[in-house]
């Protein structure tokens, strides 16, 4: 689901934004990329390792722990990013960590790490 909105949002500003959009895989430039990965397998998330790195998580609230250990062993940047993004059953999305501050959407104005 989270691609389908990327692929939506990018495709009018492609050339803008630049690179090359694949069906989950963004290549910015040589070093410079986004992919998505399933939360199927553990392994899979092992070898990535830049100075600067975001993770997101979405629909985090159906992720396991192993998952969550193996994001967490590839967060080795200085200041590495996390968003888990989940469905709290009332107001929509909300769950976050890692960000500052989150705005604009019903809900989330005001959270930090995921806190009111």
Do not use: C
């Not at 949002?9 to 895989?25: F, H």
């Not at 939360?39 to 993770?55: L, R, T, V, Y």
């Not at 979405?58 to 989940?86: F, H, K, N, Q």
């Amino acid at each position: 689901m989270l691609w389908r909105q990327v692929h939506r949002l990018y495709r009018p500003k492609a050339e803008l934004l630049g690179g090359k959009m694949y069906d989950t895989r963004w290549e910015i430039s040589d070093d410079r990329y986004a992919m998505g990965l399933s939360a199927e397998n553990a392994d899979q998330f092992q070898g990535f390792h830049s100075p600067n790195m975001m993770i997101v998580v979405d629909e985090a609230e159906g992720v396991s722990d192993e998952i969550y250990e193996a994001i967490e062993a590839v967060m080795t940047a200085a200041d590495p990013l996390l968003l888990r993004i989940a469905d709290d059953g009332l107001s929509g999305i909300i769950m976050v960590a890692g960000m500052q501050i989150i705005t604009g959407a019903p809900g989330l104005s005001g959270m930090v790490d995921g806190q009111r």
